[in-house]
């Protein structure tokens, strides 16, 4: 159950961050790396480096979306833990 918990929050941050993206081809090829870090935090065997890229997509800003808010969009949401920036 946990897991279809996380899966369901997953799709609706995506579905968050998607609608900031514009609709061109190059935008849609960053949210395209976006979604599958994300569909990798449930995969055990990359979930620690899906994680450590979401917390850092350096890219989305070539698309005009901001990383940090792609970071705390997942920190909301309860998808990974805030860390904190001691």
Not at 56 to 63: F, I, L
């Amino acid at each position: 159950m946990e897991k279809e918990n996380k899966c369901a929050k997953i799709r609706a941050a995506m579905r968050r961050i998607a609608a900031q993206f514009p609709d061109q081809p190059e935008a849609k090829l960053m949210l395209g790396i976006i979604n599958q870090a994300a569909n990798d935090l449930l995969d055990k065997t990359h979930k620690d480096e899906a994680e450590r890229y979401l917390r850092n997509a350096v890219h989305a800003e070539v698309c005009g979306v901001e990383p940090i808010w792609i970071r705390e969009t997942f920190e909301k949401m309860g998808i990974f833990p805030k860390v904190s920036n001691v």
